[in-house]
């Protein structure tokens, strides 16, 4: 097995790794945003995409980066994002190779902290992350903005650009509606 930097030629078989994980849309927008994080991390120091081969076939990989624990917690951590590996090639060691080269990334950059994560539902990968010693530190959810819209509650949905008039006349508004909905 080998771990090489990820290369042009590699971005379909990324594509077919990481289906699950990139965004919703045809082949050839998910090709191009893969084409895209190839190339943009081949040309920065903070980044890197990660391939592990077994007789020169692709076998898993790894999106890296420098960066920090968060946006607000400004110590510097590598972020290992979706070290994924084809399900033919489980329990090779091609997982705990690819967290290799991200120790190794982080020795490099000065950095003594990796993160990374693994979707909720995928078992094996979180128990492989346990055993190599990675601790929750938090939980990532995610929902489209509609949805979160609609749960909030409606006294909250004022838009802060609207005039005090427009604030007034909502106001009104929805008393009267309240009005009209009781039975009397």
């Known amino acids: 097995m080998s771990v090489r930097a ?3 030629t590699d ?16 082949l050839d ?5 893969v084409a895209r994080v190839v190339t943009t991390a081949a ?8 391939v592990a081969e077994i007789d020169g076939e692709v076998a898993g990989a790894v999106y890296l980066e420098a960066s920090t624990f968060t946006p607000l917690n400004l ?7 979706s070290p994924h590996v084809f399900q033919r090639f489980r329990r090779k060691g091609v997982g705990s ?4 080269v991200a120790c190794r990334f982080a020795e490099q950059h000065g950095i003594s902290h990796v993160q990374t994560a693994a979707a909720a539902e ?11 010693s990675f601790a929750p530190q938090a939980t990532l959810r995610a929902a489209t903005t509609s949805a979160v819209r609609a749960r909030l509650p409606q006294s ?15 106001v009104l508004a929805a008393r009267r509606i309240r009005r009209e909905r009781v039975p009397g």
Do not use: H, Y
């Open 156 to 170: 909250r949905q004022v838009n802060p650009a609207a005039t005090s008039k427009q604030r007034i006349d909502r």
């Open 43 to 50: 040309a920065r120091e903070d980044q890197c995409v990660a």
């Open 75 to 81: 110590e510097p951590a590598v972020l290992a994002v």
């Open 122 to 132: 995928a078992r094996d990968a979180n128990r492989f992350m346990a055993r190599l």
């Open 6 to 8: 990820a290369e042009p």
């Open 11 to 26: 971005v379909a078989q990324l594509r077919d790794l990481w289906c699950d994980i990139l965004r919703k849309g045809s």
């Open 29 to 33: 927008e998910q090709l191009a945003d």
């Open 97 to 100: 190779a690819l967290m290799e």
